[in-house]
Nanobody
Framework: QVQLVESGGGLVQPGGSLRLSCTASGTIFSLNDMGWYRQAPGKERELVASITSGGSTNYVDSVKGRFTMSRDNAKTTVYLQMNSLKPEDTAVYYC????????????????WGQGTQVTVSA
């Protein structure tokens, strides 16, 4: 079994910063592409940032220049550094990972974390 556990959410004032972490555990041969999604009340879940196994990143336009995604493969962890936070960044943030579990099989599986709440408010 594989689990993704997020942490780092909370309440922050506009202009503040938070760093989210997502750690994968279980039977893992390799972590492939990973992503951070968010879902605000009444809205669809959207991809905020993604990172390839090689470390290349992509961001939704609304967070470019403010959010930075990184990964530490040795720790099977990805991070989302969020700076200059705005009220519209308020949402539940979810970690997503495509994982190859076994050396003997090239099949990858997609996993989701349980989500962590980020609230940006004065």
């Amino acid at each position: 079994q594989v689990q993704l556990v997020e942490s780092g959410g909370g309440l922050v004032q506009p202009g503040g910063s938070l760093r989210l972490s997502c750690t994968a555990s279980g039977t893992i041969f390799s972590l492939n592409d990973m992503g951070w999604y968010r879902q605000a009340p009444g809205k669809e879940r959207e991809l905020v940032a993604s990172i390839t196994s090689g470390g290349s990143t992509n961001y939704v336009d609304s967070v470019k220049g403010r959010f930075t995604m990184s990964r530490d493969n040795a720790k099977t962890t990805v991070y989302l550094q969020m700076n200059s936070l705005k009220p519209e960044d308020t949402a539940v943030y979810y970690c997503n990972a495509n994982i190859r579990r076994y050396y003997s099989s090239g099949t990858t599986y997609t996993y989701w974390g349980q989500g962590t709440q980020v609230t940006v408010s004065a």
